[in-house]
């Protein structure tokens, strides 16, 4: 299994920009499409956005379309996602996840069967 760790995550006010990284370790990354999940406090983990095996082809949940960008770098084992104009509801714990093989459904946390321990952001209102 892919195993994952994200870092980047901080406090920020409303507006600016953030840069999430997940570094994965392993031989099998670039088998795997990708994914950036959220869980504010006392909700559920909601999917953000996906990226295929490749990188050529993204997804994103209407909440952040236009504002956070996916990508990969399957030669240094790297998921990013660079988030822009944040909002307060943007604040949770962001989760990287890598799918697993076979999966159909790009949205549904079932569907991911290997995650980092996820890294805080704060958006200040």
């Known amino acids: 299994q892919v195993q994952l760790v994200e870092s980047g995550g901080g406090l920020v006010q409303v507006g600016e920009s953030l840069r999430l990284s997940c570094a994965a370790s392993g031989r099998t990354f670039s088998n795997h499409a990708m994914a950036w999940f959220r869980q504010a406090p006392g909700k559920e983990r909601v999917f953000v956005a996906s990226i295929n095996r490749v990188g050529d082809s993204t997804y994103y949940a209407d909440a952040v379309q236009g504002r956070f960008t996916i990508s990969r770098n399957n030669a240094r084992n790297t998921l990013t996602l660079q988030m822009s104009s944040l909002k307060p509801d943007d604040t949770a714990v962001y989760y990287c996840?890598?799918?697993?093989?076979?999966?159909?459904?790009?949205?549904?946390?079932?569907?991911?069967?290997?995650w980092g321990q996820g890294t805080q952001v704060t958006v200040s209102p």
């Open positions: 996840a890598a799918r697993r093989l076979g999966a159909r459904y790009v949205e549904l946390s079932s569907e991911y069967d290997s």
